[in-house]
């Protein structure tokens, strides 16, 4: 596996130098076959908010990036606030190219094998006289990345959540709910996953603080989006157990490996393999970690016990609590998935400047004769974005955690 990721990293490189200077709405579809990525997979995010405002957290690109980290797939986000299928929100004063032209060349510069489509937002504003534009529109973008060879995967619709009755929360919302169902028609006439996140994003609402702004999802909304569309996608997974029996100074573990403790005070030693790395916790959700990993620790004598990796505590509980079982929440791990997510999140960051800088019209557009020099800088960005998605992929495959158990003074 470790010699895949890294033939994988070595085409990055060769790619790089042989390029330069060129820098209640309708059920879930299924696909015909099981949503798989593979190497050289580069996924693509085409939509408005849903996918921009992921920016500053990249919960969907790290989900995916960890549940396939023996696998070389690069990410691009092209969500644009305000956007809808045909590109009116991408005008940069130019024209051409048109803003249609524009996500047309958005699109195509990607070089997609996997798209992720999330709109319907804006248009829903047109209510039922909109839908026909809408699917015309829907339709042409599915033609434009076929002809590029790509899949598509459609989103539906999220919902808006208010207080504020003068806002007509239940209209906007049950137009919301119509332009889902234009969505999951279009992918049912087109053989495509359609994926609903309206009825799942509606009901952690009504439990969890997850849409601000009445329209926008903070991090615990995406962190759920992401949970949504892995179980949508079929890569969810049942929490991982791992059992360890204390009897006469020796441990016997099922689901990890024993170890000799080789310190004064350890009274058990162990290592456990994790299938992938965890989405670490939102901030103003620290005790939200979906299939963490249970240790549960049986034949200890009554008292408070701490379970330490590299030194660092882990989890401490009761004899009593461990033998029912402690969720780990961090870690090794958790630490390891940290750095994964900041440099997505730094990458996500340099490509934005690169594909939407600041001052376009006078580096890329008809004024560009006054700034355009500085498209050069925009395409060595190249060399800092193909190097952090080469250090992604290295580093996204989970390692082996060592255990220890010892016991609280």
Request: hydrophobic share 40%.
């Amino acid at each position: 596996m470790r010699k895949t990721r890294i033939a994988a990293v070595l085409g990055y490189i060769l790619f790089l130098f042989s390029t330069l200077p060129i820098p209640s709405v309708s059920a879930q579809t299924k696909p015909a076959e099981a949503f798989t990525l593979k190497d050289g997979d580069r996924v693509v995010f085409l939509g408005n908010s849903i996918f921009e405002n992921d920016f500053q957290y990249g919960y969907l690109e790290l989900a995916l990036t960890t549940r396939f980290a023996d696998k070389g797939v690069t990410f691009r986000n092209l969500g644009w606030t305000g956007d809808n299928v045909w590109g009116e929100a991408r005008s940069t004063y130019t024209n051409p190219p048109t803003p249609y032209e524009h996500l047309m060349e958005d699109i195509t510069k990607t070089q997609p094998t996997v798209v992720f489509l999330g709109y319907g937002g804006v248009e829903a504003q047109g209510g039922q006289a909109g839908v026909p534009h809408f699917k015309e529109g829907l339709n042409k973008l599915l033609d434009k990345i076929e002809e590029l060879g790509a899949k598509a995967v459609l989103l539906s619709t999220i919902p808006v959540v208010s207080s504020d009755t003068a806002q007509r929360i239940d209209q906007r919302n049950a137009d919301l709910e119509l332009y889902s169902k234009a969505i999951s028609e279009v992918a049912t006439q087109r053989k495509k996953q359609f994926i609903d996140i309206y009825n799942p994003i509606l009901n952690t609402s009504k439990k969890e603080s997850i849409i601000e702004n009445t329209v926008h999802l903070n991090e615990l909304g995406y962190y759920y989006l992401a949970t949504t569309l892995e179980k949508a996608l079929g890569l969810d997974a049942a929490k991982a157990t791992t059992a360890i029996a204390i009897a006469n100074n020796k441990a016997e573990v099922s689901n990890g490996r024993s170890l000799t403790p080789d310190k004064e005070g350890v009274l058990a030693k162990f290592a456990v393999d994790n299938n992938y790395l965890p989405l670490p916790s939102p901030k103003s959700a620290s005790w939200i970690v979906d299939n963490a990993r249970i240790v549960k620790i049986s034949g200890l004598k009554k008292g408070y016990y701490t379970l330490v990796s590299e030194n660092n505590e882990v989890a401490s509980a009761s004899a009593k609590d461990w033998e029912k079982g402690v969720e780990i929440k961090q870690g090794p791990q958790f630490a390891q998935v940290a750095e994964i997510r900041n440099m997505i999140l730094k990458k996500n960051e340099l490509h934005f400047f690169q594909y939407r800088p600041l001052n376009q019209t006078y580096i890329i557009g008809f004024r560009r004769y006054e700034q355009g020099r500085h498209v050069k800088g925009l395409e060595e960005q190249n060399i800092l974005i193909k190097w952090l998605e080469g250090q992604i992929i290295l580093n996204s495959e989970p390692k082996e955690v060592l255990y220890e158990l010892r016991k609280m003074d």
